[in-house]
């Protein structure tokens, strides 16, 4: 857990990633990933061991030149920057900085899903009450193979930004996840984006094989991020708004105008139902990100603080994974 004072300064150039998730978002002394002004993303290296893990696993995945198996896991991961300091105190830093690659950049209307994987979400160092939380979070997970974390999306049909939050996630079956998990994310309108789930399914299958060919990993409370754009047809830019467990939050952004108080009382607005559910509808926003070339899908691995030593195949990633990719298929088939 990165927490921190409430006074934690933003560095120069960042600002809170509005579009983030799953994790620890900024705010009530949690630093969260930030989103930098060059196109990239800061996500704090947490304290030893989770974060000397995660930033050890990207090192050897991007230093390597001789391992064919970690040069193709490269394409699989938001690409690597290196490190950066944070805060500094009489020129000490304070905490580091992974730099990474944004995925959500150039999307105008972005739509993002946070898929933990896996049976089990605790690693082999876990303490029985780890592993008993981490079960009672999500039941389900023990037959599906993996999770929903968080989801954003927008919808074309409401122009709204539509913000899934953890609570209600936790609140999927393993009947009701393909229709109002998996099936949700990839509605626009009255149909599934058929073409969005065809290249996600083709990602995953690419995954998939080289999880069936790689013994050196073993993968927990890892996560694969599912993003793509819901229009190429916008040219305005807003303040983002965000949701939260069902409370509002406006993130000012230095590039655009503020948003006068009568939009904001617009804005502020929720449907009731959806809030007691822990959805939240944001009325008029969009991405900080114009002029998109195209319609955009992509998906990654990411979140890397359990990751371990293997000899085996990660038999516990490939059965969500492949539960994943199975859901997906019959979702073509509606």
């Known amino acids: 857990?990165?927490?921190?004072?409430?006074?934690?300064?933003?560095?120069?150039?960042?600002?809170?990633?509005?579009?983030?998730?799953?994790?620890?978002?900024?705010?009530?002394?949690?630093?969260?990933?930030?989103?930098?002004?060059?196109?990239?993303?800061?996500?704090?290296?947490?304290?030893?061991?989770?974060?000397?893990?995660?930033?050890?696993?990207?090192?050897?995945?991007?230093?390597?030149?001789?391992?064919?198996?970690?040069?193709?896991?490269?394409?699989?991961?938001p690409e690597f920057h290196g490190v950066i300091p944070g805060e500094t105190n009489n020129g000490v830093s304070k905490h580091q900085y992974l730099k990474l690659e944004n995925l959500i950049k150039k999307l105008s209307k972005p739509c993002v899903l946070d898929v933990k994987m896996g049976r089990k979400t605790y690693d082999p160092e876990a303490s029985p009450e780890k592993v008993a939380s981490q079960i009672a979070k999500f039941p389900p997970a023990l037959q599906l193979g993996y999770q929903f974390t968080g989801m954003l999306k927008f919808d074309i049909d409401k122009d709204k930004m539509v913000y899934y939050d953890k609570h209600f996630c936790r609140k999927f079956t393993v009947k009701t996840m393909k229709i109002n998990g998996l099936g949700e994310f990839f509605r626009q309108g009255k149909h599934y984006r058929k073409d969005y789930i065809l290249a996600v399914i083709d990602k995953l299958k690419s995954i998939e094989t080289w999880f069936l060919n790689q013994k050196k990993y073993a993968f927990y409370?890892?996560?694969?991020?599912?993003?793509?754009?819901?229009?190429?047809?916008?040219?305005?830019?807003h303040d983002i708004v965000l949701c939260s467990e069902?409370?509002?939050?406006?993130?000012?952004?230095?590039?655009?105008?503020?948003?006068?108080?009568e939009s904001e009382s617009d804005i502020n607005k929720t449907d009731d139902r959806l809030s007691e559910e822990?959805?939240?509808?944001?009325?008029?926003?969009?991405?900080?990100?114009?002029?998109p070339e195209r319609s955009f899908v992509d998906i990654?691995?990411?979140?890397?603080?359990?990751?371990?030593?293997?000899?085996?195949?990660?038999e516990n990633y490939i059965f969500g994974l492949q539960n994943l990719i199975k859901h997906l298929q019959s979702l073509l088939e509606m």
């Open 246 to 261: 069902g409370k509002e939050e406006k993130l000012d952004s230095k590039e655009n105008k503020t948003i006068d108080k």
């Open 1 to 77: 857990m990165s927490k921190f004072p409430n006074s934690l300064q933003l560095l120069p150039g960042t600002k809170p990633l509005s579009t983030q998730v799953g994790g620890h978002k900024y705010g009530d002394g949690h630093i969260g990933c930030l989103e930098v002004n060059d196109g990239t993303i800061l996500k704090h290296i947490q304290c030893p061991p989770y974060g000397q893990r995660e930033l050890d696993f990207y090192e050897e995945i991007f230093k390597s030149t001789d391992d064919k198996s970690l040069i193709e896991l490269r394409s699989f991961v």
């Open 300 to 314: 990654r691995m990411i979140d890397f603080t359990h990751v371990f030593p293997s000899e085996d195949r990660d």
């Open 278 to 291: 822990g959805i939240v509808e944001t009325e008029n926003m969009s991405c900080n990100h114009t002029n």
């Open 221 to 237: 409370a890892s996560s694969l991020l599912f993003v793509y754009n819901a229009s190429v047809d916008s040219s305005d830019t």
